[in-house]
């Protein structure tokens, strides 16, 4: 079984651009989150889709924004990069919502360097 | 709302030494617990988690933790380490009623030969 597919893995933006990132979640699991990796601050929750709705949000700007496909396919965008959005951006996938006795499976990443 | 705290953010020990990673979580209700590991220039993987039953929960590569509900801890332990065990370690917690899961800053394991 396939695992979690983020492309792309490595970007170089420059500020005041946008960027989409991609996600393909396990195959069968209809819920996929975002969350962000800094140094700094460790892993933070960006959003949840399950089933093409967003069920979570963590606190970001609303320069961030994603959505989820009907094949369960997820993409993120980051509008007016900034530098401090540099960092490793995570997808994580799961068969329920909610994460209810279950776990998440994540991807390997997509490393944004804003300049 | 739920957080967790990991203690140290580092941990160097000699391969074959025992080790013990602290998380310490607060949460009004009850929760789910999970360890995660992080090797360089991967995503995570889930070591093992805690969901009700047994306090002590046993995972992969010999990984085992304790749910210590009084402490509010749920430590991560392994007896004896190897060099392949280097990694970031996060302790995870999931509650409320919004079902986020919610991260310790990581601690990162350093095994030395």
């Known amino acids: 079984k396939a695992g979690v597919t983020q492309t792309p893995r490595y970007l170089i933006k420059t500020r005041g651009q946008q960027v989409t990132l991609s996600c393909s979640p396990i195959s069968g699991h209809r819920s996929v989150s975002w969350y962000q990796q800094t140094p700094g601050q460790g892993l933070q929750f960006l959003f949840e889709?399950?089933?093409?709705?967003?069920?979570n949000k963590g606190n970001f700007p609303g320069r961030f924004s994603g959505r989820q496909f009907s094949n369960s396919r997820s993409e993120m965008n980051v509008s007016t990069l900034e530098l401090g959005d540099s960092a490793l951006y995570l997808c994580?996938?799961?068969?329920?919502?909610?994460?209810?006795?279950?776990?998440?499976?994540f991807g390997e990443g997509s490393r944004l360097t804003v300049l | 709302a739920q957080s967790v705290t990991q203690l140290d953010s580092q941990v160097p020990v000699f391969e074959e030494a025992p080790v013990e990673l602290r998380c310490n979580y607060s949460?009004?209700?009850?929760?789910?617990l999970f360890w995660y590991v992080q090797y360089p220039n991967q995503g995570l993987q889930l070591l093992l988690k805690?969901?009700?039953?047994?306090?002590l929960v046993k995972g992969i590569n010999g990984f085992e933790a304790e749910f210590n509900k009084s402490q509010t801890s749920f430590h991560l332990r392994k007896p004896s380490v190897h060099i392949s065990d280097t990694a970031e370690y996060f302790c995870?917690?999931?509650?409320?009623?919004?079902?986020?899961?919610?991260f310790g800053k990581g601690t990162l394991l350093t095994v030395n030969p």
């Open positions: 805690y969901l009700s039953g047994s306090t």
């Open positions: 949460s009004s209700v009850s929760v789910y």
């Open positions: 994580a996938s799961s068969p329920v919502t909610g994460l209810v006795g279950g776990e998440l499976f």
């Open positions: 889709y399950f089933s093409e709705t967003q069920r």
């Open positions: 995870a917690v999931l509650g409320g009623s919004n079902y986020k899961l919610t």
